[in-house]
C-alpha cells in the first residue's frame, strides 16, 4: 500500500501546498481521500486524470471538496473518448446536492450523478476495491468520517477534520500510519468539536498505540514545527509533518 501526500495545508492553500488530498494505492487501484482546494492541479502530478478508480470524501467543508466541481468539468466535459463513466464516490449525506450547488450551473440537477456514482457514508465497515476499509464520525460541526484502510496486513488511518474523540482513538488502534489532524495550537485555540492541537493528536496517537504520526491539515498561520514539538512531547513514536509530495509505502 502506497500513500502519497497531494494536498496538506488545513482551511485554505498555502504558498508551497494544496488543501487535504491524498492517495492511496495498491494492486493497480487508486482511492483519493478528500480532493480540497488546489488538490486537482497537484493531483496531476502523481497520476493521470482519468486514473482514480474511487474517491473519499470526509466532510463537506471546501478544503476537502471543492475541487470536485473541477473534476466534475474534467468528467462531463472532456472531448477526447467522450464523457466519463461514474467514479464511486463515498461521501456523507448530501454530497452530491453540496457539490451541485458549490458549482452552480450544472446542465441539470442530476449531471453530478452522471460521472460521479455518489455512495452515502455511514460508520461502518465495507470494501473499496482491494482495500478494506472502516468509518466513523468523528467531532467536527458537519457530518465528518476518519477512516481506515487496510490492504495486506497493514493499515492507514485518515483522522479527516475533528475535536477530542474517542471514536478515532478505536480507528486508529494499531494502526501503521495515522495520519492526523493538527490545526490548533496547545496553549492557544481551544474550541471543542472543531480541531486537534498537536498536543492532543499525539495523546490520540499515543492511546492507540500508532506506529507512526504524521500531522497534516496545518493551516498557513499556524507554526508546524510547534505542534510537532507538541506532539511529540506526547507520543514516543516516530512523528513527522505532512509535506505534499512525500510517499510512504506501507
Wanted: aromatic share 10%; charged share 20%; with cysteine.
Amino acid at each position: 500500500m502506497k500513500l502519497t501526500v497531494v494536498g496538506c495545508s488545513g482551511s485554505f492553500p498555502s504558498v508551497g501546498s494544496a488543501c487535504s488530498s491524498y492517495l492511496v494505492e495498491a494492486d493497480g487501484f487508486r482511492l483519493l481521500l478528500d480532493m480540497g482546494n488546489g488538490a486537482l492541479g497537484e493531483l496531476q502530478r502523481h497520476v493521470g486524470l482519468y486514473d482514480l478508480d474511487a474517491i473519499f470524501l470526509s466532510h463537506l467543508h471546501a478544503d476537502h471538496c471543492i475541487d470536485m466541481c473541477g473534476y466534475f468539468v474534467a468528467r462531463y466535459y472532456r472531448f477526447d473518448g467522450g464523457r466519463c463513466g461514474a467514479l464511486p464516490v463515498y461521501g456523507p449525506e448530501g454530497t452530491e446536492q453540496r457539490l451541485t450547488t458549490a458549482y452552480a450551473d450544472t446542465p441539470t440537477d442530476k449531471s453530478m450523478s452522471e460521472v460521479f456514482d455518489f455512495q452515502t457514508l455511514k460508520p461502518g465497515s465495507f470494501d473499496i476495491g482491494p482495500f478494506q476499509v472502516r468509518t466513523e464520525k468523528v467531532a467536527h460541526p458537519v457530518d465528518t468520517f476518519g477512516i481506515r484502510v487496510e490492504h495486506g496486513g497493514r493499515s492507514l488511518t485518515y483522522s479527516g477534520d475533528t475535536g477530542v474523540c474517542e471514536p478515532l482513538v478505536e480507528l486508529a488502534e494499531d494502526t501503521d500510519l495515522f495520519l492526523c489532524e493538527a490545526a490548533f495550537t496547545y496553549g492557544k485555540e481551544d474550541i471543542p468539536g472543531l480541531h486537534l492541537n498537536g498536543r492532543e493528536a499525539g495523546a490520540h496517537a499515543a492511546r492507540a498505540r500508532a506506529r507512526r504520526l504524521v500531522l497534516t491539515h496545518i493551516p498557513p498561520w499556524t507554526d508546524a514545527e510547534r505542534n510537532l514539538a507538541d506532539a511529540r512531547a506526547v507520543y514516543g513514536g516516530p512523528a513527522e509533518l505532512a509535506v505534499p509530495g512525500a510517499v510512504y509505502e506501507l
